[in-house]
C-alpha cells in the first residue's frame, strides 16, 4: 500500500514576497493499492504533477516543500528514508513514466547503457545476465530486435519507442507501484493507444500498483480502477471510476465530464469550463470552485470537506451536491 495522507506543498519562496508560504497542494490524501490503477484528473494547473512527483520526492531539488502530512509506503514514511533507500525505492519499488520520453533519456548515452545503469542499481545481476535481463524488458514492451536497439541512442528512436523504452526501464526492477504522469500526451493519437494498452497488459499481468495522471475522462474510463478529481490543490471528489462515472457528484466533475469529446455530438463545439484554475496563492477562502460554479451561493464561502456521497468510498467536496445531481 502507498498512502498519501495529509500532503501539503509549498512553492520555493519567493524573494520578492512575504514569507508566508504560497501552498500549492494542500491536505491530500490518496491510497493506491497492488492490482488497482487510480486516475487523477484535473485541468492544467491544479497540482496533479507535484502530488505525482511527491510520491519520489522529486521536486525537493526545485524548492518544492513539504508542509504537512506524509507518504507512507508500507506503512514507511518516504521522508524518513536515508538516501540509500531512497535511491533504492525510486525506480526499484515505485517506479515513474513521464510525459516527454525524450526528456527522461540522456541523448548522450546508448540506450543499452541507461538501462543497464538502472539494472545494477537494483539487481544484482552480472554483466551478461543484466543483458539478457534488458532484452527481455525491451521485447516485453514490444520492441523487436532488442539486441540492436541497446547499442542505438535515444535520438534515433521515434516517440513511441522511447516510451516503450522508459516503460521497459520502469519495470526493470520488479516495482510494486508505477506513477505515470501523462504517459501518452506527447505521442500520437494511433501510438497512444497502443502504448496505453501495454501499460493495461503489464499493470494486470504483474499487478502493480498504478497512479495514472491525465487530463482524459476518456482514458480513466479505459484504464482505471479509482478516480481522483483534482481543482487547485485539493480533491474535490473520488471514488470507484463506475461510481464516480455514473452519479459524478461535485459540479467540476461533471463540467469536466462534460467536455469530454466523446459525449459531445461530431461537429458541435465542445463546451468549455469558464474562466481558469486559479494559481496557488489565489484561491477562493471557502470552495475553490466556487468563483467557476454555477451553483454557487453564500453557502460556499465556508470551508468544504470532502464528504461522504452516493456509495462507500465515494466523497465529494461540495455543500450543493443535490443541486448538482439536478444539472
Ligand atoms: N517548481 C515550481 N516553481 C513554481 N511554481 C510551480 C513549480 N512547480 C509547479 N508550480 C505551480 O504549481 C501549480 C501546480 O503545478 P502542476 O505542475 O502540479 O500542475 P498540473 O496539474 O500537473 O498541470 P498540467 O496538467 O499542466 O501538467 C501550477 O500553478 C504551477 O505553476
Ligand atoms: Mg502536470
Not at 505525482?52 to 507518504?71: N, P, S, V
Not at 528512436?157 to 516495482?175: F, H, P, T
Not at 463545439?269 to 460554479?293: D, H, K, M, Q, T
Amino acid at each position: 500500500m502507498l498512502e498519501i495522507r495529509d500532503l501539503s506543498l509549498a512553492l520555493p519562496a519567493r524573494t520578492d514576497h512575504s514569507d508566508a508560504d504560497i501552498i500549492a497542494v494542500s491536505n491530500l490524501s490518496l491510497r493506491l493499492q497492488r492490482g488497482r490503477v487510480m486516475g487523477l484528473v484535473g485541468e492544467s494547473g491544479c497540482g496533479k504533477t507535484l502530488t505525482a512527483q511527491a510520491i519520489l520526492r522529486l521536486g525537493e531539488h526545485q524548492g518544492i516543500r513539504r508542509t504537512g502530512g506524509d507518504i507512507l509506503l508500507d506503512q514507511q514514511s518516504i521522508f524518513a528514508m536515508d538516501d540509500v533507500t531512497l535511491r533504492k525505492m525510486r525506480g526499484g519499488r515505485v517506479s515513474m513514466i513521464f510525459q516527454e520520453p525524450m526528456t527522461a533519456l540522456n541523448p548522450v548515452f546508448s540506450i543499452g547503457s541507461q538501462m543497464l545503469e538502472v539494472i545494477h542499481l537494483h539487481l544484482n545481476l552480472d554483466a551478461e545476465a543484466a543483458r539478457q535481463h534488458a532484452i527481455r524488458l525491451l521485447q516485453d514492451v514490444g520492441l523487436d530486435d532488442a539486441g540492436h536497439l541497446l547499442q542505438q541512442y535515444p535520438d534515433s528512436l521515434s516517440g513511441g519507442m522511447r516510451q516503450r523504452v522508459l516503460i521497459a526501464m520502469a519495470m526493470s526492477a520488479n516495482a510494486d507501484f508505477i506513477i505515470a504522469d501523462e504517459p501518452t500526451t506527447a505521442l500520437d493519437v494511433s501510438v497512444q493507444k497502443r502504448i496505453i494498452a501495454l501499460l493495461r497488459n503489464l499493470q494486470r499481468q504483474r499487478g502493480l500498483g498504478m497512479l495514472l495522471v491525465t487530463h482524459d475522462f476518456g482514458l480513466v474510463a479505459e484504464m482505471c480502477d479509482d478516480v481522483a478529481v483534482m481543482y487547485a490543490g485539493e480533491i474535490v471528489e473520488t471514488g470507484s471510476v463506475e461510481d464516480v462515472f455514473d452519479h459524478p457528484a461535485h459540479p467540476y466533475t461533471r463540467a469536466l465530464m462534460g467536455c469530454r469529446p466523446e459525449i459531445n455530438p461530431p461537429g458541435t463545439p465542445l463546451p468549455v469550463i469558464e474562466g481558469n484554475v486559479p494559481a496557488p496563492g489565489l484561491w477562493a477562502a471557502g470552495c475553490r470552485f466556487a468563483p467557476r460554479c454555477k451553483h454557487a451561493d453564500q453557502a460556499c464561502a465556508g470551508k468544504v470537506a470532502l464528504h461522504q456521497w452516493s456509495r462507500h468510498q465515494h466523497q465529494a467536496r461540495c455543500v450543493h451536491v443535490e443541486a448538482a445531481e439536478s444539472c
